[in-house]
């Protein structure tokens, strides 16, 4: 049973940094595709509601969304099975919970329990 759980939110000024982690158990053999997405207050807790942040492709490109680039910085430590989000420059509308999904052999769909951000003074 895969699971994923992630940690490392909390309440920021803006300007301010943080790192998200979503550390995966469980069999992840195979191609794995790894994203962050978020989901703002006040929006219904559904995945298809929740705003894609960034990816991590198999061959280890990356690709963020417009109102992310060049803040964020999505990462990975295979030895630790965990994937980071390395968060800069802060700002209020950051403020969401934060999942991360994994999307294995282009078939298999998980998503963690999601890490709430905070962003403000």
């Known amino acids: 049973q895969v699971q994923l759980v992630e940690s490392g939110g909390g309440l920021v000024q803006p300007g301010g940094s943080l790192r998200l982690s979503c550390v995966v158990s469980?069999?992840?053999?195979?191609?794995?595709?790894w994203s962050w997405y978020r989901q703002a207050p006040g929006i219904p807790r559904e995945w298809a509601a929740r705003?894609?942040?960034?990816?991590?492709?198999?061959?280890?490109?990356?690709n963020y969304a417009s109102a992310t680039k060049g803040r964020f910085t999505i990462s990975r430590d295979n030895a630790e099975n965990t994937v980071y989000l390395q968060m800069n420059s802060l700002e209020p509308e950051d403020t969401a919970v934060y999942f991360c999904?994994?999307?294995?052999?282009?078939?298999?769909?998980?998503w963690g329990q999601g890490t709430q951000v905070t962003v403000s003074s």
């Open positions: 469980g069999s992840i053999s195979g191609i794995n595709e």
């Open positions: 999904k994994l999307v294995r052999s282009g078939v298999n769909v998980y």
């Open positions: 705003e894609w942040v960034a990816s991590l492709s198999p061959n280890g490109n990356t």
